[in-house]
């Protein structure tokens, strides 16, 4: 799964587990997000605007190009390859 130069708003995920997605230009504006997973995943030109992250587990993961803005992290776990 790609996603490119895409905004969410309003949604809520959670207990979801993602691996190998190519995740960039997203935006996500006033979303939670819980107990999400991510392996093998190049996040790039990430906006976050009025987020809640929690429980996230992000293991050998590439961030680049992260904005946060208004966003609460917490339980948020990063990882080297296991």
């Known amino acids: ?48 605007r009025g987020t809640q992250l929690s429980g996230i587990e992000l293991r050998s993961i590439q961030l680049c190009g992260i904005e946060l803005r208004g966003t609460q992290l917490c339980g948020i776990e990063l990882r080297a390859h296991s």
Do not use: A, F, V
């Open 1 to 48: 799964m790609e996603m490119n130069d895409t905004e969410l708003s309003g949604i809520e995920q959670s207990g979801t587990e993602l691996s190998g997605i190519e995740m960039s230009g997203i935006e996500l504006r006033d979303t939670q997000l819980r107990g999400l997973e991510l392996r093998d995943t190049p996040l790039c030109g990430i906006e976050l």
